[in-house]
């Protein structure tokens, strides 16, 4: 059962509907309308290009630090292994000397 009122409800939407559309029909239409989105999106573009180098720049820089990284690495091992040999041929030398001690 429909009320009298439901139908003007539904009438008045309707219509708001119908003017909604048409305003935002000849809005997205505007050649100012399309000029400040077209410029919103070449800035939204230029951020994103700006963001993606910085980023890209980081991770470059990273790997090199990385490199660096594995190179002090690699050294500090070289560095220990001929420790490791000094000392044991320090441990030589004393043997050797305290053999003639006796």
């Not at 009320?3 to 048409?22: F, K, M, Y």
């Not at 997205?28 to 309308?33: A, C, E, G």
């Amino acid at each position: 059962m429909s009320r009298p009122t439901d139908s003007g409800l539904r009438e008045g939407v309707e219509a708001w509907e119908r003017e909604a559309a048409a305003y935002w029909d000849n809005l997205t239409r505007s050649p100012d309308f399309l000029r400040r989105v077209g410029y919103q999106l070449s800035r939204s573009l230029q951020s994103q290009q700006q963001i993606t180098a910085s980023f890209e720049a980081f991770v470059l820089s990273m790997a090199g630090m990385q490199d660096q990284t594995a190179r002090e690495l690699y050294l500090l091992e070289q560095l220990e292994q001929r420790l490791d040999v000094l000392a044991g041929r320090i441990d030589r030398l004393e043997d050797t000397l305290s053999g003639d001690d006796d």
